[in-house]
């Protein structure tokens, strides 16, 4: 997947009215890191087939936006603006502890519940090519990016919409984009030009940060929508 195709990916996002949803299909886990059974959803291609490899677009928060995602993934592969791809739709029960920004316990047990159960189920059930992208909006775009800083981090795009700096982790962050020698990494992020003052600023902040540590194995871009 290129970064073109998920600057699009980022667009459907954004739309707020859908005509045609698809609730895609549920996939419950019985999670070890949770103590709990959980649910998530999965949106295949139409023509889904295990003999070819598809990305995966992972969405937090999907406990209102997968609908609404999963109608315009579809119609963007139905006119070839992007790859066909798998769209994994990740309910949190209580959005505040799970995506936790500040990255105590809860937050980084999320993050093991993420890693190291959802994805290996999708890698196991379904014919995945390893590129993943997660998109993450207000808390949940925080949240991509400490996930983005762990040394196990199987994502390769991070989409961040109205992103913020209340658990201000700038230094970490200039490090990281300084020192980051993985694959190519692509890493976006959507301000609209009604986010309040303080979301403009920490989008705003980390793309001087970037400015500050280039890095050809980090493909940045920032928009205000």
Known sequence: MSFKHLII????????????????????????????????????????????????VYITDANYNF?????????????????????VGIPQKDRGNELDIFWSKNGIRFKNFIFNEVIPLINSEYATSGFNTIIGH????????????????????????SENLYNDVSNNISTYFKDYK????????????YDTQDR????????????????ERIKFIKKNL
């Open 9 to 56: 990916t980022i667009l459907f996002f954004q739309i707020i009215n859908s005509q045609t949803q698809n609730s895609g299909d549920i996939k419950n886990i019985v999670s070890k890191v949770l103590n709990e059974k959980r649910e998530i959803k999965v949106l295949l291609p139409t023509d889904y087939s295990k003999e070819n490899k598809y990305p995966v």
């Open 67 to 87: 609908e609404i995602a999963s109608s315009y993934l579809t119609q963007l592969i139905k006119f070839n603006s992007i790859p066909k791809t798998i769209l």
């Open 138 to 161: 207000s808390d949940g775009a925080e949240y991509n990016h400490l996930l983005m800083m762990e040394k196990d981090n199987p994502f390769r795009g991070f989409i961040n919409i």
């Open 182 to 193: 993985g694959e190519k990494l692509y890493y976006f992020i959507a301000n609209a030009e």
């Open 200 to 215: 403009i600023d920490a989008g705003k902040s980390i793309e001087k940060l970037f400015l500050k540590s280039k890095n």
